[in-house]
Protein backbone atom coordinates (compact mmCIF):
# COMPACT_ATOMS: atom_id res chain seq x y z
CA UNK A 1 0.00 0.00 0.00
CA UNK A 2 1.85 3.23 -1.23
CA UNK A 3 1.62 6.07 0.63
CA UNK A 4 1.69 9.22 -1.06
CA UNK A 5 2.67 12.17 1.32
CA UNK A 6 1.36 15.21 0.00
CA UNK A 7 3.08 18.06 2.28
CA UNK A 8 6.37 16.36 1.40
CA UNK A 9 6.04 15.53 -1.90
CA UNK A 10 6.83 12.25 -1.65
CA UNK A 11 5.78 8.81 -2.54
CA UNK A 12 6.63 5.32 -0.37
CA UNK A 13 6.37 2.40 -2.15
CA UNK A 14 7.42 -1.26 -0.73
CA UNK A 15 8.90 -4.01 -2.71
CA UNK A 16 9.48 -7.08 -1.37
CA UNK A 17 11.73 -10.10 -2.44
CA UNK A 18 10.47 -13.63 -2.62
CA UNK A 19 10.92 -17.33 -2.96
CA UNK A 20 12.27 -20.54 -1.64
CA UNK A 21 14.87 -20.83 0.93
CA UNK A 22 18.41 -19.79 0.38
CA UNK A 23 17.70 -18.59 -3.42
CA UNK A 24 19.32 -15.27 -3.30
CA UNK A 25 16.92 -12.98 -2.31
CA UNK A 26 19.11 -11.94 0.77
CA UNK A 27 21.82 -11.97 -1.91
CA UNK A 28 20.38 -9.45 -3.96
CA UNK A 29 19.70 -6.54 -1.42
CA UNK A 30 23.61 -7.20 0.02
CA UNK A 31 24.63 -7.11 -3.51
CA UNK A 32 22.47 -3.48 -4.17
CA UNK A 33 23.87 -2.41 -0.71
CA UNK A 34 27.33 -2.84 -1.15
CA UNK A 35 27.79 -1.47 -5.07
CA UNK A 36 25.61 1.50 -4.36
CA UNK A 37 26.77 2.34 -0.83
CA UNK A 38 27.94 5.75 -1.92
CA UNK A 39 24.82 6.45 -3.00
CA UNK A 40 22.39 4.69 -1.01
CA UNK A 41 23.40 6.72 2.32
CA UNK A 42 20.72 4.16 4.58
CA UNK A 43 21.94 1.90 6.22
CA UNK A 44 20.59 -1.59 5.63
CA UNK A 45 18.53 -3.81 8.42
CA UNK A 46 18.94 -7.63 8.62
CA UNK A 47 17.89 -10.02 11.18
CA UNK A 48 19.27 -13.16 10.93
CA UNK A 49 19.61 -16.45 12.60
CA UNK A 50 22.67 -17.54 13.61
CA UNK A 51 22.93 -19.64 11.00
CA UNK A 52 23.04 -17.02 8.71
CA UNK A 53 19.71 -17.40 7.45
CA UNK A 54 16.94 -14.90 7.46
CA UNK A 55 14.98 -14.57 10.15
CA UNK A 56 12.37 -12.17 10.35
CA UNK A 57 13.55 -9.89 7.24
CA UNK A 58 15.87 -7.66 5.57
CA UNK A 59 15.48 -4.22 5.05
CA UNK A 60 16.81 -1.79 2.32
CA UNK A 61 15.28 1.61 1.92
CA UNK A 62 17.13 4.07 -0.58
CA UNK A 63 15.77 7.21 -2.84
CA UNK A 64 15.36 7.41 -6.24
CA UNK A 65 14.94 10.86 -6.54
CA UNK A 66 12.08 12.97 -7.84
CA UNK A 67 9.99 11.66 -10.54
CA UNK A 68 7.06 13.30 -11.66
CA UNK A 69 7.35 16.18 -9.02
CA UNK A 70 7.39 13.86 -6.24
CA UNK A 71 10.46 12.10 -3.98
CA UNK A 72 10.01 8.56 -4.31
CA UNK A 73 11.50 6.34 -1.24
CA UNK A 74 11.68 2.52 -2.11
CA UNK A 75 11.64 0.07 0.66
CA UNK A 76 12.90 -3.10 -0.57
CA UNK A 77 12.30 -5.98 2.12
CA UNK A 78 13.27 -9.75 1.93
CA UNK A 79 11.08 -12.12 3.49
CA UNK A 80 12.40 -15.43 5.17
CA UNK A 81 12.13 -18.43 2.75
CA UNK A 82 12.60 -21.35 4.95
CA UNK A 83 9.33 -23.01 5.28
CA UNK A 84 8.43 -22.85 9.11
CA UNK A 85 8.42 -18.92 8.74
CA UNK A 86 5.35 -18.58 6.49
CA UNK A 87 3.67 -16.28 9.30
CA UNK A 88 6.69 -13.97 9.22
CA UNK A 89 6.58 -14.15 5.34
CA UNK A 90 2.78 -12.99 5.31
CA UNK A 91 3.54 -10.26 8.05
CA UNK A 92 6.43 -8.69 5.59
CA UNK A 93 4.10 -8.61 2.56
CA UNK A 94 1.87 -6.41 4.41
CA UNK A 95 1.12 -3.64 2.18
CA UNK A 96 3.51 -4.58 -0.90
CA UNK A 97 3.51 -2.67 -3.85
CA UNK A 98 5.74 -4.86 -6.05
CA UNK A 99 7.41 -8.09 -6.03
CA UNK A 100 10.68 -9.95 -6.92
CA UNK A 101 9.89 -13.34 -7.15
CA UNK A 102 13.70 -15.03 -7.15
CA UNK A 103 13.69 -19.11 -8.08
CA UNK A 104 16.85 -20.93 -7.37
CA UNK A 105 17.72 -22.21 -10.72
CA UNK A 106 19.37 -25.37 -9.14
CA UNK A 107 17.62 -28.66 -10.92
CA UNK A 108 17.33 -29.85 -7.39
CA UNK A 109 14.97 -26.63 -6.39
CA UNK A 110 12.37 -26.80 -9.15
CA UNK A 111 9.80 -28.38 -6.74
CA UNK A 112 10.63 -25.65 -4.46
CA UNK A 113 10.10 -22.83 -6.30
CA UNK A 114 6.66 -23.98 -7.55
CA UNK A 115 5.89 -24.50 -3.67
CA UNK A 116 7.19 -20.87 -3.07
CA UNK A 117 5.31 -19.11 -5.78
CA UNK A 118 2.14 -21.43 -5.11
CA UNK A 119 2.63 -20.01 -1.18
CA UNK A 120 3.06 -16.36 -2.25
CA UNK A 121 -0.34 -16.54 -4.37
CA UNK A 122 -1.96 -17.65 -0.35
CA UNK A 123 -0.46 -15.08 1.28
CA UNK A 124 -1.76 -12.26 -0.58
CA UNK A 125 -4.85 -13.44 -1.22
CA UNK A 126 -4.79 -13.10 2.47
CA UNK A 127 -4.38 -9.81 2.10
CA UNK A 128 -6.89 -9.64 -1.12
CA UNK A 129 -4.41 -9.12 -3.26
CA UNK A 130 -3.84 -10.89 -6.75
CA UNK A 131 -0.65 -12.34 -7.96
CA UNK A 132 -1.90 -11.93 -11.83
CA UNK A 133 -2.29 -8.01 -11.00
CA UNK A 134 0.34 -7.15 -8.12
CA UNK A 135 3.64 -5.65 -10.57
CA UNK A 136 5.76 -8.67 -10.43
CA UNK A 137 9.27 -9.21 -11.99
CA UNK A 138 10.64 -12.90 -12.04
CA UNK A 139 14.80 -13.80 -11.28
CA UNK A 140 16.56 -16.64 -11.97
CA UNK A 141 19.13 -16.79 -9.58
CA UNK A 142 22.58 -18.88 -9.24
CA UNK A 143 23.51 -18.24 -12.50
CA UNK A 144 27.28 -18.85 -12.05
CA UNK A 145 26.96 -22.16 -10.61
CA UNK A 146 26.59 -23.05 -14.55
CA UNK A 147 30.31 -22.68 -14.85
CA UNK A 148 31.02 -25.12 -11.87
CA UNK A 149 29.32 -27.90 -13.42
CA UNK A 150 26.47 -27.91 -11.21
CA UNK A 151 22.70 -28.85 -13.08
CA UNK A 152 20.48 -25.69 -13.41
CA UNK A 153 17.08 -25.94 -14.65
CA UNK A 154 16.47 -24.55 -18.25
CA UNK A 155 14.81 -21.15 -19.68
CA UNK A 156 11.50 -23.45 -20.50
CA UNK A 157 11.10 -25.25 -17.51
CA UNK A 158 11.49 -22.22 -15.55
CA UNK A 159 8.82 -20.05 -17.81
CA UNK A 160 6.67 -22.67 -17.76
CA UNK A 161 6.55 -23.73 -14.18
CA UNK A 162 6.60 -20.00 -12.93
CA UNK A 163 5.53 -17.82 -15.70
CA UNK A 164 3.17 -19.45 -18.02
CA UNK A 165 0.38 -17.70 -16.41
CA UNK A 166 2.11 -14.69 -14.88
CA UNK A 167 3.73 -13.90 -18.14
CA UNK A 168 6.05 -11.22 -16.13
CA UNK A 169 9.32 -10.12 -17.20
CA UNK A 170 11.87 -12.20 -16.10
CA UNK A 171 15.76 -12.20 -16.05
CA UNK A 172 18.31 -14.96 -15.07
CA UNK A 173 20.67 -13.57 -12.79
CA UNK A 174 23.71 -14.23 -10.40
CA UNK A 175 22.82 -13.00 -6.98
CA UNK A 176 26.35 -13.51 -6.13
CA UNK A 177 28.32 -11.76 -8.70
CA UNK A 178 25.45 -9.20 -9.41
CA UNK A 179 24.49 -10.05 -13.01
CA UNK A 180 21.25 -8.79 -13.79
CA UNK A 181 20.68 -7.74 -10.77
CA UNK A 182 20.67 -4.05 -10.84
CA UNK A 183 18.47 -4.84 -13.79
CA UNK A 184 15.40 -6.77 -12.25
CA UNK A 185 15.48 -3.61 -9.37
CA UNK A 186 15.22 -1.28 -11.87
CA UNK A 187 12.37 -3.34 -14.08
CA UNK A 188 10.46 -4.09 -10.48
CA UNK A 189 10.55 -0.08 -9.42
CA UNK A 190 9.71 1.19 -13.05
CA UNK A 191 6.82 -1.37 -12.92
CA UNK A 192 5.46 -0.65 -9.52
CA UNK A 193 6.04 3.19 -9.75
CA UNK A 194 3.83 3.20 -13.07
CA UNK A 195 1.68 1.04 -11.50
CA UNK A 196 0.85 3.06 -8.19
CA UNK A 197 0.89 6.01 -11.01
CA UNK A 198 -1.96 4.63 -12.70
CA UNK A 199 -3.88 3.74 -9.38
CA UNK A 200 -3.72 7.40 -8.19
CA UNK A 201 -5.60 8.80 -11.50
CA UNK B 1 -2.91 9.10 -27.26
CA UNK B 2 -2.11 11.28 -24.70
CA UNK B 3 -2.13 8.88 -21.89
CA UNK B 4 0.47 6.70 -23.98
CA UNK B 5 2.51 9.88 -24.15
CA UNK B 6 1.94 10.48 -20.70
CA UNK B 7 3.21 7.15 -19.46
CA UNK B 8 6.13 6.96 -22.10
CA UNK B 9 7.34 10.05 -20.34
CA UNK B 10 6.70 8.82 -17.13
CA UNK B 11 8.61 5.59 -18.01
CA UNK B 12 11.50 7.95 -19.60
CA UNK B 13 11.69 9.66 -16.09
CA UNK B 14 11.86 6.68 -14.01
CA UNK B 15 14.65 4.74 -16.54
CA UNK B 16 16.67 8.28 -16.49
CA UNK B 17 16.23 8.21 -12.59
CA UNK B 18 17.52 4.84 -12.42
CA UNK B 19 19.82 5.22 -14.60
CA UNK B 20 21.42 7.94 -12.71
CA UNK B 21 21.03 5.99 -9.37
CA UNK B 22 22.77 3.09 -10.48
CA UNK B 23 24.77 4.04 -13.24
CA UNK B 24 28.72 2.62 -12.91
CA UNK B 25 30.38 5.73 -11.61
CA UNK B 26 31.08 6.28 -8.37
CA UNK B 27 29.61 2.76 -7.78
CA UNK B 28 31.81 -0.28 -6.49
CA UNK B 29 33.35 -2.29 -9.20
CA UNK B 30 32.74 -5.91 -9.55
CA UNK B 31 36.20 -7.16 -9.02
CA UNK B 32 36.23 -5.68 -6.14
CA UNK B 33 34.41 -7.98 -4.75
CA UNK B 34 36.33 -11.16 -3.34
CA UNK B 35 34.85 -14.52 -4.88
CA UNK B 36 33.08 -16.48 -2.55
CA UNK B 37 31.25 -19.63 -2.91
CA UNK B 38 28.70 -19.15 -0.18
CA UNK B 39 25.37 -17.53 -0.52
CA UNK B 40 25.82 -14.56 1.46
CA UNK B 41 28.27 -12.14 0.88
CA UNK B 42 28.75 -11.13 4.57
CA UNK B 43 30.08 -12.96 7.82
CA UNK B 44 28.16 -11.84 10.56
CA UNK B 45 30.89 -10.17 12.04
CA UNK B 46 31.35 -8.04 8.97
CA UNK B 47 28.06 -6.94 9.63
CA UNK B 48 28.00 -6.18 13.13
CA UNK B 49 31.23 -4.21 12.16
CA UNK B 50 29.17 -1.63 9.70
CA UNK B 51 25.91 -1.72 11.23
CA UNK B 52 26.46 -1.59 14.48
CA UNK B 53 22.96 -0.32 15.52
CA UNK B 54 21.15 -2.46 13.25
CA UNK B 55 22.61 -5.90 12.61
CA UNK B 56 21.39 -8.65 14.98
CA UNK B 57 18.47 -6.61 16.24
CA UNK B 58 16.67 -7.86 18.95
CA UNK B 59 13.07 -7.38 20.32
CA UNK B 60 13.85 -5.71 23.67
CA UNK B 61 12.33 -7.47 26.70
CA UNK B 62 9.30 -6.81 27.92
CA UNK B 63 9.14 -4.62 30.92
CA UNK B 64 10.12 -6.14 34.42
CA UNK B 65 8.50 -4.49 37.06
CA UNK B 66 9.69 -1.92 38.75
CA UNK B 67 11.33 -2.06 42.07
CA UNK B 68 12.13 0.45 44.81
CA UNK B 69 14.89 -0.89 46.45
CA UNK B 70 12.65 -1.25 49.94
CA UNK B 71 10.88 -4.05 47.79
CA UNK B 72 13.89 -6.78 47.21
CA UNK B 73 13.99 -6.97 50.52
CA UNK B 74 12.67 -9.20 53.18
CA UNK B 75 8.73 -7.77 54.02
CA UNK B 76 6.71 -9.39 56.87
CA UNK B 77 3.53 -11.23 55.72
CA UNK B 78 1.42 -8.55 57.50
CA UNK B 79 2.92 -6.01 55.66
CA UNK B 80 0.79 -2.89 55.96
CA UNK B 81 1.41 -0.84 53.13
CA UNK B 82 0.75 -4.05 50.46
CA UNK B 83 -2.58 -2.75 48.83
CA UNK B 84 -1.46 0.50 49.09
CA UNK B 85 1.89 -0.13 46.86
CA UNK B 86 0.14 -2.73 44.81
CA UNK B 87 -1.97 0.08 43.93
CA UNK B 88 0.77 2.94 43.53
CA UNK B 89 2.32 0.45 41.07
CA UNK B 90 -0.22 -0.49 39.33
CA UNK B 91 -1.07 3.62 38.83
CA UNK B 92 2.82 3.79 37.27
CA UNK B 93 1.11 1.56 34.71
CA UNK B 94 -2.50 1.91 33.87
CA UNK B 95 -4.19 5.23 35.54
CA UNK B 96 -7.64 3.95 35.69
CA UNK B 97 -10.57 5.70 37.69
CA UNK B 98 -11.09 2.48 39.53
CA UNK B 99 -7.18 2.17 40.98
CA UNK B 100 -7.49 5.84 41.50
CA UNK B 101 -10.87 5.50 44.05
CA UNK B 102 -8.92 1.96 45.36
CA UNK B 103 -5.85 4.17 46.26
CA UNK B 104 -7.65 7.36 48.32
CA UNK B 105 -10.21 4.50 50.13
CA UNK B 106 -6.64 2.59 51.08
CA UNK B 107 -5.54 5.56 52.13
CA UNK B 108 -8.25 7.06 54.17
CA UNK B 109 -7.99 3.56 55.96
CA UNK B 110 -4.47 3.82 56.63
CA UNK B 111 -5.16 7.30 57.85
CA UNK B 112 -7.13 5.47 60.57
CA UNK B 113 -4.96 2.79 61.64
CA UNK B 114 -1.63 5.27 61.46
CA UNK B 115 -3.97 8.25 63.34
CA UNK B 116 -1.54 8.30 66.27
CA UNK B 117 1.92 8.35 63.95
CA UNK B 118 1.85 12.13 62.95
CA UNK B 119 4.34 11.87 60.47
CA UNK B 120 2.70 8.56 58.79
CA UNK B 121 -0.09 10.55 58.61
CA UNK B 122 1.41 13.17 56.56
CA UNK B 123 2.92 11.76 54.51
CA UNK B 124 -1.07 9.83 53.79
CA UNK B 125 -2.04 12.98 53.50
CA UNK B 126 0.39 13.68 50.96
CA UNK B 127 -0.59 10.76 48.63
CA UNK B 128 -4.34 11.68 49.37
CA UNK B 129 -3.59 15.06 47.83
CA UNK B 130 -1.51 14.01 44.77
CA UNK B 131 -4.26 10.59 44.35
CA UNK B 132 -6.72 13.60 43.96
CA UNK B 133 -4.75 15.67 41.89
CA UNK B 134 -4.48 12.98 39.40
CA UNK B 135 -8.14 12.13 39.66
CA UNK B 136 -9.40 15.32 38.93
CA UNK B 137 -6.77 16.19 36.19
CA UNK B 138 -6.26 12.76 34.67
CA UNK B 139 -4.44 13.29 31.06
CA UNK B 140 -3.66 16.81 32.43
CA UNK B 141 -1.84 16.41 35.62
CA UNK B 142 1.67 17.45 35.36
CA UNK B 143 3.49 14.65 34.39
CA UNK B 144 6.07 15.09 37.68
CA UNK B 145 3.29 14.23 39.63
CA UNK B 146 3.61 10.81 39.09
CA UNK B 147 7.50 10.65 39.86
CA UNK B 148 6.15 12.80 43.48
CA UNK B 149 3.63 10.21 44.10
CA UNK B 150 6.44 7.16 43.86
CA UNK B 151 8.90 9.08 45.64
CA UNK B 152 6.37 9.89 48.49
CA UNK B 153 5.19 6.63 48.85
CA UNK B 154 8.95 5.16 49.03
CA UNK B 155 10.14 7.41 51.75
CA UNK B 156 6.68 6.83 53.47
CA UNK B 157 7.92 2.59 53.26
CA UNK B 158 11.47 3.54 54.37
CA UNK B 159 9.26 4.91 57.45
CA UNK B 160 7.11 1.97 58.16
CA UNK B 161 10.25 -0.38 57.27
CA UNK B 162 12.95 0.68 59.36
CA UNK B 163 12.79 0.24 62.97
CA UNK B 164 14.20 2.42 65.97
CA UNK B 165 14.42 5.45 62.61
CA UNK B 166 14.54 8.85 64.40
CA UNK B 167 12.02 11.36 64.63
CA UNK B 168 14.34 14.08 63.42
CA UNK B 169 14.97 11.60 60.04
CA UNK B 170 11.46 11.03 59.81
CA UNK B 171 11.06 14.94 59.63
CA UNK B 172 13.17 15.08 57.21
CA UNK B 173 12.30 12.75 54.91
CA UNK B 174 8.98 14.74 55.28
CA UNK B 175 9.90 18.04 54.63
CA UNK B 176 12.14 16.76 51.66
CA UNK B 177 8.94 15.57 50.13
CA UNK B 178 6.65 18.55 51.14
CA UNK B 179 9.53 20.46 48.85
CA UNK B 180 9.15 18.99 46.24
CA UNK B 181 5.17 18.95 46.63
CA UNK B 182 5.55 22.83 46.75
CA UNK B 183 7.63 22.63 43.47
CA UNK B 184 5.12 20.74 41.82
CA UNK B 185 2.55 22.92 42.82
CA UNK B 186 4.21 26.20 42.26
CA UNK B 187 4.81 23.90 38.11
CA UNK B 188 1.57 23.43 38.05
CA UNK B 189 -0.22 27.11 38.60
CA UNK B 190 2.70 28.09 36.08
CA UNK B 191 1.41 25.69 33.43
CA UNK B 192 -2.38 27.06 34.04
CA UNK B 193 -1.43 30.69 34.01
CA UNK B 194 0.32 30.17 30.91
CA UNK B 195 -2.38 27.59 29.26
CA UNK B 196 -5.01 30.51 30.32
CA UNK B 197 -3.01 32.67 28.70
CA UNK B 198 -2.74 35.33 31.80
CA UNK B 199 -0.70 36.55 33.97
CA UNK B 200 -0.69 34.62 36.84
CA UNK B 201 -3.50 36.33 39.32
CA UNK B 202 -1.25 38.13 42.21
CA UNK B 203 -4.35 37.42 44.54
CA UNK B 204 -3.62 33.58 43.81
CA UNK B 205 -0.38 33.88 43.76
CA UNK B 206 0.24 36.29 47.29
CA UNK B 207 -2.33 33.71 48.86
CA UNK B 208 -0.11 30.41 47.50
CA UNK B 209 3.48 32.59 48.37
CA UNK B 210 1.81 33.75 51.82
CA UNK B 211 0.37 30.19 52.54
CA UNK B 212 4.29 28.57 51.95
CA UNK B 213 5.61 31.52 53.74
CA UNK B 214 3.57 31.14 56.42
CA UNK B 215 4.26 27.02 56.14
CA UNK B 216 7.78 27.36 56.14
CA UNK B 217 7.68 30.40 58.89
CA UNK B 218 5.97 28.07 61.16
CA UNK B 219 7.92 25.04 60.35
CA UNK B 220 10.92 26.99 61.19
CA UNK B 221 9.77 28.65 64.06
CA UNK B 222 8.64 25.25 65.36
CA UNK B 223 12.28 24.06 64.79
CA UNK B 224 13.77 26.85 66.66
CA UNK B 225 11.26 26.12 69.43
CA UNK B 226 11.12 22.58 69.99
CA UNK B 227 15.03 21.94 68.69
CA UNK B 228 14.53 18.57 69.61
CA UNK B 229 18.36 16.59 70.39
CA UNK B 230 19.16 14.53 67.25
CA UNK B 231 18.01 11.39 70.02
CA UNK B 232 14.53 12.59 71.01
CA UNK B 233 11.20 11.39 71.19
CA UNK B 234 8.61 12.27 69.10
CA UNK B 235 8.36 16.29 68.47
CA UNK B 236 6.09 18.30 70.39
CA UNK B 237 2.26 16.65 69.95
CA UNK B 238 0.71 20.23 69.49
CA UNK B 239 3.05 21.57 67.33
CA UNK B 240 2.90 18.94 64.88
CA UNK B 241 -0.55 18.77 65.23
CA UNK B 242 -1.18 22.50 64.33
CA UNK B 243 1.65 21.83 61.34
CA UNK B 244 -1.18 18.66 60.46
CA UNK B 245 -3.80 21.18 60.66
CA UNK B 246 -2.23 24.02 58.11
CA UNK B 247 -1.23 21.54 55.84
CA UNK B 248 -4.76 19.95 55.28
CA UNK B 249 -5.87 23.41 55.00
CA UNK B 250 -3.23 24.65 52.82
CA UNK B 251 -3.97 21.52 50.47
CA UNK B 252 -7.75 22.03 50.36
CA UNK B 253 -7.23 25.84 49.49
CA UNK B 254 -4.89 24.82 46.51
CA UNK B 255 -6.89 22.21 45.01
CA UNK B 256 -9.76 24.68 45.40
CA UNK B 257 -8.33 27.67 43.51
CA UNK B 258 -6.51 24.33 40.95
CA UNK B 259 -10.36 23.16 40.61
CA UNK B 260 -11.94 26.66 39.67
CA UNK B 261 -9.10 27.21 37.33
CA UNK B 262 -9.99 23.90 35.72
CA UNK B 263 -13.27 24.63 35.43
CA UNK B 264 -12.43 28.22 33.70
CA UNK B 265 -10.42 26.75 30.83
CA UNK B 266 -13.68 24.10 30.68
CA UNK B 267 -16.37 27.26 29.90
CA UNK B 268 -13.45 28.86 27.74
CA UNK B 269 -13.15 25.56 24.97
CA UNK C 1 -4.01 0.46 -3.48
CA UNK C 2 -2.49 3.49 -2.03
CA UNK C 3 -3.62 6.23 0.06
CA UNK C 4 -2.98 10.00 0.40
CA UNK C 5 -2.54 12.55 2.99
CA UNK C 6 -3.03 16.04 2.34
CA UNK C 7 -0.87 18.94 3.77
CA UNK C 8 -3.69 19.93 6.24
CA UNK C 9 -4.24 16.78 7.50
CA UNK C 10 -0.61 16.10 8.09
CA UNK C 11 -0.29 19.30 9.43
CA UNK C 12 -3.00 18.37 11.95
CA UNK C 13 -1.48 15.17 12.75
CA UNK C 14 1.92 16.77 13.48
CA UNK C 15 -0.20 19.51 15.96
CA UNK C 16 -1.63 16.26 17.80
CA UNK C 17 1.67 14.66 18.29
CA UNK C 18 3.42 17.94 19.55
CA UNK C 19 0.58 18.94 21.66
CA UNK C 20 -0.29 15.80 23.23
CA UNK C 21 3.18 14.25 23.39
CA UNK C 22 6.02 16.21 22.66
CA UNK C 23 5.44 18.93 24.85
CA UNK C 24 4.69 16.53 27.33
CA UNK C 25 8.32 15.43 27.18
CA UNK C 26 7.56 12.48 24.76
CA UNK C 27 11.60 12.14 22.92
CA UNK C 28 10.29 10.82 19.89
CA UNK C 29 6.90 9.92 18.14
CA UNK C 30 6.28 8.37 14.84
CA UNK C 31 3.08 7.41 12.97
CA UNK C 32 3.22 4.57 10.80
CA UNK C 33 0.98 2.13 8.46
CA UNK C 34 1.37 -1.52 8.86
CA UNK C 35 3.67 -1.66 5.94
CA UNK C 36 5.97 0.47 7.71
CA UNK C 37 5.98 3.47 5.97
CA UNK C 38 6.30 6.69 8.08
CA UNK C 39 3.21 9.26 7.78
CA UNK C 40 4.74 11.74 10.48
CA UNK C 41 7.54 11.67 12.83
CA UNK C 42 8.70 13.96 15.48
CA UNK C 43 11.09 14.52 18.34
CA UNK C 44 12.29 17.20 20.71
CA UNK C 45 15.04 17.85 18.99
CA UNK C 46 17.63 15.71 21.47
CA UNK C 47 18.56 12.61 19.24
CA UNK C 48 17.86 11.36 15.67
CA UNK C 49 16.94 7.88 15.32
CA UNK C 50 16.98 5.99 12.06
CA UNK C 51 13.42 6.00 11.93
CA UNK C 52 13.45 4.44 8.57
CA UNK C 53 14.95 1.11 10.23
CA UNK C 54 12.53 1.80 13.54
CA UNK C 55 9.07 2.09 11.64
CA UNK C 56 9.98 -1.04 8.98
CA UNK C 57 11.02 -3.03 12.46
CA UNK C 58 8.05 -1.87 14.53
CA UNK C 59 5.85 -2.57 12.42
CA UNK C 60 7.35 -6.36 11.69
CA UNK C 61 7.25 -6.36 15.59
CA UNK C 62 3.62 -5.21 16.00
CA UNK C 63 2.67 -7.66 12.98
CA UNK C 64 4.68 -10.72 14.69
CA UNK C 65 2.96 -9.98 18.01
CA UNK C 66 -0.57 -9.41 17.28
CA UNK C 67 0.00 -12.66 15.28
CA UNK C 68 1.40 -14.11 18.79
CA UNK C 69 -2.01 -13.09 20.50
CA UNK C 70 -3.78 -14.69 17.97
CA UNK C 71 -2.77 -18.11 18.37
CA UNK C 72 -2.88 -18.35 21.95
CA UNK C 73 -6.68 -16.65 21.58
CA UNK C 74 -6.61 -13.34 22.41
CA UNK C 75 -7.87 -10.56 19.96
CA UNK C 76 -5.18 -8.16 20.38
CA UNK C 77 -2.98 -7.21 23.75
CA UNK C 78 -3.96 -3.93 24.89
CA UNK C 79 -0.03 -3.24 25.86
CA UNK C 80 2.66 -3.77 24.17
CA UNK C 81 5.61 -1.46 25.68
CA UNK C 82 9.50 -2.43 25.83
CA UNK C 83 11.29 -0.94 28.87
CA UNK C 84 15.11 -0.26 28.45
CA UNK C 85 17.70 1.38 30.98
CA UNK C 86 17.34 5.06 29.70
CA UNK C 87 14.75 4.98 26.71
CA UNK C 88 11.35 3.17 26.75
CA UNK C 89 9.23 2.34 23.48
CA UNK C 90 5.34 2.00 23.43
CA UNK C 91 3.24 1.02 20.74
CA UNK C 92 -0.09 1.79 20.23
CA UNK C 93 -2.73 0.57 17.12
CA UNK C 94 -5.00 3.06 15.43
CA UNK C 95 -7.57 1.67 13.83
CA UNK C 96 -6.55 -1.80 11.86
CA UNK C 97 -3.66 0.34 9.32
CA UNK C 98 -1.73 2.33 11.45
CA UNK C 99 0.29 2.21 14.85
CA UNK C 100 1.49 4.91 17.07
CA UNK C 101 4.97 4.92 18.34
CA UNK C 102 6.20 6.65 21.43
CA UNK C 103 10.09 6.83 22.77
CA UNK C 104 10.39 8.13 26.10
CA UNK C 105 12.77 8.43 29.22
CA UNK C 106 12.68 7.32 32.56
CA UNK C 107 10.86 10.94 34.06
CA UNK C 108 7.61 9.76 31.92
CA UNK C 109 5.77 7.59 33.47
CA UNK C 110 3.86 4.65 31.49
CA UNK C 111 0.63 5.71 32.98
CA UNK C 112 0.29 8.83 32.34
CA UNK C 113 2.07 8.28 28.98
CA UNK C 114 -0.87 5.66 28.31
CA UNK C 115 -3.36 8.59 29.21
CA UNK C 116 -1.80 10.94 26.53
CA UNK C 117 -1.41 8.25 23.79
CA UNK C 118 -5.28 7.40 23.85
CA UNK C 119 -5.63 11.06 23.79
CA UNK C 120 -4.15 11.48 20.71
CA UNK C 121 -5.61 8.43 19.41
CA UNK C 122 -9.06 9.43 19.57
CA UNK C 123 -8.38 12.96 17.72
CA UNK C 124 -6.00 11.09 15.01
CA UNK C 125 -8.99 8.39 14.01
CA UNK C 126 -11.06 11.01 13.37
CA UNK C 127 -8.28 12.18 10.40
CA UNK C 128 -7.09 8.43 9.59
CA UNK C 129 -10.16 6.33 9.48
CA UNK C 130 -11.84 7.81 6.53
CA UNK C 131 -8.73 6.72 4.88
CA UNK C 132 -9.58 2.80 4.71
CA UNK C 133 -12.91 3.43 3.34
CA UNK C 134 -11.17 4.06 0.27
Known sequence: MAFVNLKNKEIQVKIVYYGPGRGGKTTNLEYVYKKFRKRINTEMVTVKTHGDRTLFFDFLPFDIGVINGYDVKIQLYTVPGQVKYNATRRLVLRGVDGIVFVADAMAVRREKNILSLKNLQENLANYKKSIFKIPCVLQYNKLDLQEQGIPLLSTDILEKDLNSQLKRPSFFASALKGTNVVATLKKIISMTVASIKRDLK | MADNTKDNNLDAEIAKRLDDLFGEADSVSDDDFPNEADDSAFTEKELQKKQPAAAEAEILGLKEVTVDKAETEDVPDDYPLAELKNLVLSIDWEITDETLTSLLSEIDSLKKTYKQEKIVSMFLQLLASLGQYIKTNRGNAHPQTFKILNSVFSRLEEIILTENMTAANKKNLLRAEMQKYKQLRNKVSQKKAAIAGRKVVPAATKAEKTATLTMDQKVERRDKVNAPPADAGAPSAESLAEAVRELKQFIHSELNVLKQELKKLQKAN | ?134
Do not use: W
Not at chain 3, 1 to 13: A, P, V
Not at chain 3, 103 to 121: E, H, P, Q, T, Y
Open chain 3, 1 to 134: MSYTLGQKQLDRIEDILNQDLIENGVRCVFLIDMAGNIIANLDNGEKQHDIYSLAALAAGNFGAVSAMAKIIGENEFSLLFHKGKKENIHFNKITTEFLLITIFGNDISLGFLRLKVADSVEQLKTILEPLLSL
